[in-house]
């Protein structure tokens, strides 16, 4: 790999490693002050949501103004929100807080991957982007590795809001990381066209290319099916470890851990195989079902943890599988704006799991609402197989 390659990746790597301690510190602080699973449900729909809803115009942005800038503009903004976020909570103490720093860095945070998915394809030009894409993923859970572990452990000594300042540490170091990268930098990027277009004219060409773009609703129907149970599963997983099996925090974090350990070595396995990027989706999609199926049932913390280190571990194949074919299926010119509708549809799964999560009385029926979801991405399977046979022209006698 590249200098210039290992900057990039640094940089992305110490942003999203905050990111990592920000995601994991919410829900386990709402559980622990409410004893609520139904508050976890919403806290994570809280936190999602605003992140969701942005993505189009993230989208936008990308394909107006310097990637570089955006991704700048982000890694700074995180840092400046969290310690707002901290002196609000020093001056009115109040949990809710650690919700809307998350919240409104998870906004930034989607445009700074926005901006990401944009300079890949050039900076990666000349190799094979299944697995360029495969390294991406490999960083972000190497992130969720170290992220849980060492935020847990911040956490059990001392709080929360000294988490949240390690993210703003890890925030600016990442800004450090893209100042030298833009200096070493010798790909030659290519500069958003300056146009004078209305700025939400181009969600009318992004909504036009994924209603007919030959194969992309198909892949927004499947990952939105896919984000359910993969948002169920995140949303309840601190409420299972810590309230259904009665277990302290460092199990919730081993948990982390060991679904980000698989989803590393099961990257590592795509980018050194020869799998068909078809065949890697399929492998993906269904095992992440086997994996809600397992944690619906689970009966103690170790067949739960096998249940979510399948989920967690194939969402990461899959993820591999949709940035791919999208990648193929978009034109290079309407990447940013398409892309960012698409993932907005696919990720509205997310905040809706967390309220479907709501609706659950107890951990003990977070269960039967992984398996429904489960149950749910089967149907959706099956709807869009037989919908491709379908459209199939039929040969002739």
């Known amino acids: 790999m590249t200098l210039n390659a290992r900057l990039f990746f640094a940089s992305m790597f110490l942003a999203r490693l905050g990111d990592q301690f920000l995601l994991f510190i919410v829900p386990l602080v709402v559980y622990q002050t409410t004893q609520s699973v139904a508050l976890s449900g919403l806290a994570y729909a809280v936190e999602t949501l605003p992140r969701t809803l942005c993505f189009p115009f993230c989208g936008i942005l990308s394909d107006r103004v310097s990637p570089i800038r955006l991704i700048r503009m982000t890694q700074l903004g995180r840092a400046v929100i969290a310690c707002v976020g901290l002196v609000c909570f ?3 103490p109040n949990p809710v807080w650690v919700v809307l720093i998350s919240a409104l860095c998870g906004v930034l945070a989607s445009q700074g991957f926005m901006a990401r998915e944009v300079m890949l ?13 495969s390294l991406a993923q490999t960083v972000d859970q190497c992130c969720i590795i170290i992220g849980p572990l060492a935020a847990a452990t911040l956490f059990g000594f001392t709080n929360w809001q000294v988490v949240v300042g390690g993210a703003v540490v890890l925030f600016v ?32 060409v992004a909504f036009h290319h994924v209603m007919y773009l030959p194969g992309l609703k198909r892949l927004v129907i499947l990952t939105a099916a896919i984000n359910l149970v993969f948002g ?65 049932f689970s009966p ?27 990648q193929r299926i978009i034109p290079a010119r309407d990447l940013g704006k398409t892309t960012g509708v698409v993932i907005l549809f696919n990720n509205l799964s997310l905040p809706l799991s967390g309220l479907i999560v709501g609706l659950a009385a107890s951990p003990a029926q977070t269960g039967w609402v992984i398996l429904g979801l489960s149950a749910l991405m089967v149907v959706a399977g099956l709807a869009v197989t037989v919908g491709v046979w379908a459209r199939k022209p039929v040969a002739a006698a």
């Open 232 to 296: 169920a599963t995140l949303a309840t997983s601190a409420a299972m470890v810590t309230g259904l099996f009665d277990l302290p925090g460092n199990y919730y974090a081993l948990l982390q851990t060991l679904g980000a350990l698989a989803t590393v070595s099961v990257l590592l396995i795509i980018a050194m195989s020869n799998l068909g990027i078809g065949r890697i989706g399929t492998i993906g999609y269904v095992m992440v079902i086997v994996g809600g199926i397992i944690t619906a």
């Open 173 to 204: 170091l990442g800004e450090v990381a893209m100042m030298v990268w833009r200096r070493v930098n010798t790909v030659e990027l290519i500069e958003p066209e300056v146009t004078t277009t209305p700025f939400m004219a181009p969600l009318r």
């Open 90 to 92: 020093a001056l009115f």
């Open 300 to 326: 103690n913390y170790w067949v739960y943890a096998l249940g979510f280190v399948f989920i967690l571990g194939f969402d990461g194949m899959y993820a591999v599988y949709i940035r791919t074919a999208r």
């Open 121 to 133: 394809p050039q900076i990666f030009a000349t190799a094979r982007f299944d697995r360029v894409q």
